[in-house]
């Protein structure tokens, strides 16, 4: 019986280490896009996010400060699976993740799929969002693997 246990005592034990690490951890404000890292020696777009974080409610919209595109992503932070469409060039994407936490670190983690020419295409992405100690600085590192191999991107946001 005791060793029948171990496993479920482990599991829960995780989960409220997770639900610790990211106790007092707050993303919700507009945060104005300051630099893109790489730069390809240009200026960063102008992007703005809008960040709602409420308990387990962790909401996005990402807005071109032109108004040609606006993306708004809802996600649950209970580690249950989180469903949201973005339409871009391609068609409608099926955004499919799960989110975590690694200590104050949110990682948000799935695949996106859209339809190609002969059949669906899926690729596995990781995006990982860290406040700054003094809460002024989001920074948020997209991680996609493509066809062509590992794609790394990191964007720094400013408290607005």
């Known amino acids: 019986m005791r060793k029948a246990m171990l496993p479920a005592i482990v ?6 280490l997770a639900m610790v690490n ?18 390809f020696g240009t ?3 102008n992007v703005l996010l809008v960040i709602e974080h409420t308990g387990n409610v962790f909401n996005v919209t ?8 606006t993306v708004e992503s809802q996600y649950t932070l209970d580690g249950a699976e989180n469903i949201n469409t973005e339409t871009n060039a391609a068609g409608e994407m ?23 020419t002969d059949e669906d295409v899926t690729t596995k992405w990781k995006t990982e969002y860290r406040l700054s100690e003094n809460g002024a600085v989001l920074t948020v590192t997209r991680t996609h693997q493509t066809p062509f191999g590992e794609a790394v991107i990191t964007e720094v946001f400013t408290r607005k």
């Open 11 to 16: 599991v829960a034990f995780g989960i409220s």
């Open 22 to 39: 990211s106790a007092g951890v707050d993303f919700s404000g507009t945060w104005v896009l300051s630099e893109l890292i790489p730069s």
């Open 43 to 45: 200026k960063p777009p």
């Open 62 to 69: 990402r807005v071109t400060i032109d108004g040609d595109k």
């Open 94 to 116: 099926i955004i499919q993740s799960i989110s975590t936490w690694n200590n104050s670190v949110l990682v948000l983690e799935g695949t996106s799929t859209f339809a190609g």
